[in-house]
Every structure is written in structure tokens, then in C-alpha cells.
């Protein structure tokens, strides 16, 4: 039914109704019953659709801060500063800094003193040297392999994974060489950078000093890295300078998640050697 109009079975049923009751007022208010049920029907229907047409809700913005350069007294709030360096050495004292991201940041050497941190995320980021004391305020930050001015690695807050701050490996610099420190959170993968300075976190599964020797990452079949192993940390040398890490030992994709569950401890071996 539509603009207050009845249809064909109605009209048929206020016919009977007036014939039943012989009364001309009887058929009057019948008539106008059914024209002002029909209008309600009509509202209601308008009113129901309007309700679903409504648009569905945007996603809240982690980091919506916009006034995000760093100094002395700033109010940084909301930023992110996601693998940045630009703290480094910064003289950020009695800056507000709550609620931004600090992942894989660079703060050494950075006075944070009379710092609001609070709320922030602190997941991978370098605290080395920076200054701190008891009127830094670290209220609900998220520590994860946070290394702390005095070289310490907090780790406090690596079973708390927020949306907003993700618990992520740490990336593998081109500083790596063949035995980096670990990154993935139980310690079974480990940083390499290859002999070109590419970074990338493999698998210790296939570590292994007897593997494809090789002198640029050009000689490893299908896009592998060529990492060169003459620490004493890993081969020494022998049998061969440099050997290759192929694809599919980067830790996170196919067979490197399952086979590194294999193994115990990340690190090196050879022919000779067992886990």
C-alpha cells in the first residue's frame, strides 16, 4: 500500500461493513480508519528503511596526530613515529608524547626527561643512553624488546598485543653479519644481512655451514642471500667464506614457520655438529 491509497480488498471489506450496518456514519469512519492505518503502515515502513541506510562506522585512526615534529617542550600527542630516528640525540625534555608509536624508534641519546610516554608503544624501539629519571612518565606503555638506557631489554609487555601496537619482530640491519640477535618472538629465527647489506630475519633450520657456497647473492637460486660466514660465531670460514640462504628460510612465509620449529636454539651448525 502506498500514499494512503486502499487496495481492492480493503475497499471490499468497508463495502460489507456499511451494507451489514446500513449506517452512512458507520461508513464514513470506516473509510477514514483505513486511510490513516494505511498512512501509519507507511510511516513505519519509511521509518524502518531509513534505519538500515545508515552508513556503516570508519574505522578509529591509531596515530591521528598531526603536529609531529619533536623538540623541547613540544605536545606531540598521537604521533607516529614508527621507525624513526628523528629522537636520536634529541633534547625532547618536558615534551607530551603520550599515545604514539615508538615501534623499531630510534631514541638514543634522546633526554627524555619531564616526558609524558604514557599510553605509548615502545615494542622494538632503542633507548640506549637516552635520559630518564623519576619525572619520565611511562604509565601503560607497552614494552616489547625495549632496550633500555642502560642497555637492558625490558620485555614486560610482550604478552599484551593491542591493535594499535602490534608485537612485531625487530628489523635486521645491514650491521647483521651471519648471527644477529633473534626476530621472532620464541627465538628460533635469527637477523643475517647478506653481502650486499640487505637485512633479513631466516629461519636457523638452515643455518647450516655446509650449505650452497657462493660470493654474491646473484649465485643463490631464486632470489637467496649470500651471507657471509667467516666469524668465529658461525662457520669460521670453513668449508666456505660465504654460503646461501635460500627463500623460502625467510621466517614468516611457508616452510621456514613449520621447519624452524625444529630446531632448539638458534645459531650455526655443520656436518659434524647435531642440535
Not at 596515530?63 to 623541547?72: F, H, N
Not at 615502545?122 to 630518564?132: G, K, P, Y
Request: charged share 20%; with cysteine.
Amino acid at each position: 500500500m502506498g500514499g494512503g491509497e486502499m487496495d481492492r480488498e480493503q475497499f471490499d471489506a468497508v463495502t460489507r461493513l456499511v451494507a451489514a450496518r446500513g449506517s452512512r456514519r458507520a461508513a464514513i469512519g470506516a473509510l477514514l480508519g483505513a486511510v490513516l492505518l494505511g498512512r501509519d503502515a507507511v510511516a513505519k515502513d519509511g521509518k524502518h528503511h531509513h534505519h538500515h541506510d545508515k552508513k556503516p562506522r570508519r574505522p578509529r585512526i591509531c596515530y591521528p596526530g598531526d603536529k609531529c615534529v619533536p623538540g623541547t617542550a613540544h605536545t606531540n600527542t598521537k604521533c607516529d613515529f614508527s621507525n624513526s630516528d628523528v629522537f636520536r640525540n634529541l633534547d625532547a625534555q618536558s615534551s607530551n608524547l603520550s599515545g604514539s608509536n615508538f615501534t623499531n624508534a630510534d631514541l638514543r641519546g634522546a633526554d627524555l626527561r619531564a616526558v609524558n610516554l604514557s599510553d605509548s608503544c615502545l615494542v622494538n624501539a632503542d633507548l640506549r643512553d637516552a635520559i630518564i629519571d623519576e619525572s619520565t612518565n611511562f604509565h601503560r606503555v607497552l614494552f616489547c624488546n625495549t632496550t633500555m638506557p642502560n642497555g637492558s631489554v625490558l620485555n614486560a609487555g610482550c604478552d599484551r598485543n593491542r591493535r594499535c601496537c602490534p608485537i612485531v619482530p625487530p628489523p635486521c640491519g645491514p650491521e647483521s653479519g651471519c648471527l644477529g640477535g633473534p626476530c621472532n618472538n620464541s627465538g628460533d629465527c635469527f637477523c643475517v644481512s647478506s653481502v650486499e647489506g640487505v637485512g633479513a630475519c631466516v629461519s636457523d633450520f638452515f643455518a647450516n655451514c655446509d650449505a650452497q657456497p657462493c660470493e654474491t647473492s646473484g649465485d643463490c637460486p631464486n632470489g637467496g642471500l649470500c651471507v657471509d660466514v667467516t666469524s668465529d660465531q658461525c662457520c669460521g670460514g670453513s668449508p666456505s667464506s660465504a654460503v646461501c640462504f635460500p627463500p623460502q628460510s625467510i621466517c614468516g612465509v611457508g616452510i621456514a614457520v613449520a621447519a624452524s620449529r625444529r630446531s632448539s636454539r638458534a645459531g650455526w651448525r655443520n656436518s659434524g655438529s647435531s642440535r
